[in-house]
């Protein structure tokens, strides 16, 4: 009976034996180990095997998760679900809400600007804040001089000097200074313009135009200039208008030396060295120089004009035709000529003027040498080596070679007399006329 129970005595001992239980468990613990790391090996196996990613119909933009797609999309939708308690400012991702709403607790933002009470979470973000109000600018270009706010702007600019252009786009092979530049280009290929404006179906490839654009809807301009006060739709122009106060004219053409403030205008300019009429009417064939100016042209197939006088409601093709016109209501003759002082309502009909002093008149006939201070007088004087009389009468078929010749000859059919005598009131046809009128003995005492 005994022995029976030693026996098991012994093998109860056996299985407390401490050094043979801590092998046991170290056994244990490494074939859990192998085994989790087998399992793991063939989850990473399987996700990257069979990984899967979400593509934006849109916009071509891929995600790892439909939860990512699905915020990504609230941007070509305009939805903005989530709105600030505080200022009722509402905002695509809930991150950016929670961003905003910072701004109201100033316990999470404790730098606040003394000038404008704006308050930032860093204090680093407020030292580069506070350079707008100071107009410190320490970060100097060793190449040109210019100053700048900011370091990151400085190494941007410098890449003009250096001529680095380290993004090239794989379609076309163009490159870029900057990383936005390039991204923006990139979608010139696709063709996608994912935002589209709700009031008017307008779709823009860019979210910073389709922004500018909304603002065409809501009449509202932003930016102003803080030395004229001028107001402007988007900042980009008011960067451009800036230039005006300063002076500076940073785009020089390399073939003539002349300079420019805007980089567009440069472009525009060169197409006079390489004759080049990039942009063509698909109405009437008439090929442009300029963008803008095809634009323009545009508008006299359709009968399209923007612009209205709010005194007469008279209607202009261009803005710049308006602002001559609104000169007419207030006589203002803002250009003055250096010469003689003569004033001007119209900028066109001083530099025409002024080259009566200059005598410069670079506008040539090639068939007979005679030369004309514009271009306007050179295409009418051409007509004279012509036999054509492009302008005919609706009235009588009569012809002729300008268009003020026609005007002036519908008189005859209209019975129109502009032109009258202020002593015996008699009315004239053509000021000629008149003149040959005024001589006579009768009114030229009066006169």
């Known amino acids: 009976m005994n022995e029976p129970c030693s026996i098991k005595l012994e093998e109860t001992e056996q299985q407390i034996d401490p050094l043979k239980d801590d092998e046991k468990i170290e056994e244990l613990i490494k074939s859990e180990k192998d085994h989790t790391d087998v399992k793991t090996e063939e989850k990473s196996s399987l996700q990257s095997t069979a990984k899967i990613s979400f593509t934006c119909p849109q916009c071509g933009k891929t995600f790892p998760c439909e939860q990512n797609l699905n915020l990504h999309m609230k941007f070509h939708r305009g939805a903005k679900p989530f709105a600030c308690d505080k200022c009722e400012k509402i905002f695509t991702l ?5 961003e905003h709403m910072k701004t109201h607790t100033a316990v999470q933002m404790p730098f606040t600007c003394v000038q404008c009470r704006k308050i930032f979470m860093l204090k680093e973000s ?16 060793d190449e040109c001089g210019r100053k700048f706010k900011h370091k990151g702007t400085l190494t941007e600019h410098r890449k003009i000097h250096t001529g680095e252009k380290p993004y090239e786009c794989e379609k076309c092979g163009k490159k870029f200074r900057h990383k936005g530049n390039f991204n923006d280009h990139v979608k010139n290929h696709t063709r996608i313009k994912p935002f589209s404006c709700d009031q008017c179906g307008k779709c823009f490839r860019l979210k910073d135009n389709f922004d500018d654009h909304m603002k065409v809807h809501t009449g509202g301009n932003p930016h102003t200039c803080a030395q004229c006060g001028k107001t402007f739709k988007q900042k980009h122009v008011l960067n451009e208008h800036l230039i005006i106060h300063t002076g500076e004219k940073p785009f020089t053409c390399e073939q003539c030396g002349t300079s420019f403030t805007r980089k567009r205008n440069l472009a525009d300019h060169m197409t006079i060295h390489t004759g080049e009429n990039l942009y063509a009417c698909d109405q009437c064939g008439r090929s442009f120089r300029q963008s803008r100016v095809l634009k323009e042209h545009l508008r006299t197939h359709s009968s399209e004009r923007p612009f209205n006088c709010d005194q007469c409601g008279k209607k202009f093709f261009k803005a710049d035709a308006l602002k001559e016109h609104l000169t007419v209501h207030t006589q203002e003759k803002p250009y003055v000529c250096s010469f003689c ?5 119209l900028i066109g009909n001083l ?23 514009t271009v306007s007088a050179l295409t009418l004087h051409t007509r004279v080596h012509t036999v054509g009389k492009p302008y005919k009468c609706s009235h009588c078929d009569k012809t002729f070679k300008r268009p003020e010749c026609l005007k002036i000859h519908y008189r005859v059919h209209t019975g129109e007399r502009p032109y009258h005598c202020r002593s015996c009131g008699k009315r004239f046809i053509y000021l000629s006329n008149l003149h040959q009128h005024l001589k006579a003995a009768k009114c030229k005492k009066t006169q």
């Open 94 to 98: 809930k991150a950016n809400l929670n």
């Open 126 to 141: 407020l030292s580069e804040h506070m350079k707008i109000h100071t107009k410190e600018k320490p970060y100097t270009c």
């Open 341 to 345: 002082a003569k004033a001007f309502r």
């Open 351 to 373: 530099k025409i003027h002024e080259k009566t002093h200059t005598g410069q008149r670079n506008h040539i006939c090639s068939e007979c040498g005679k030369t004309f201070f």
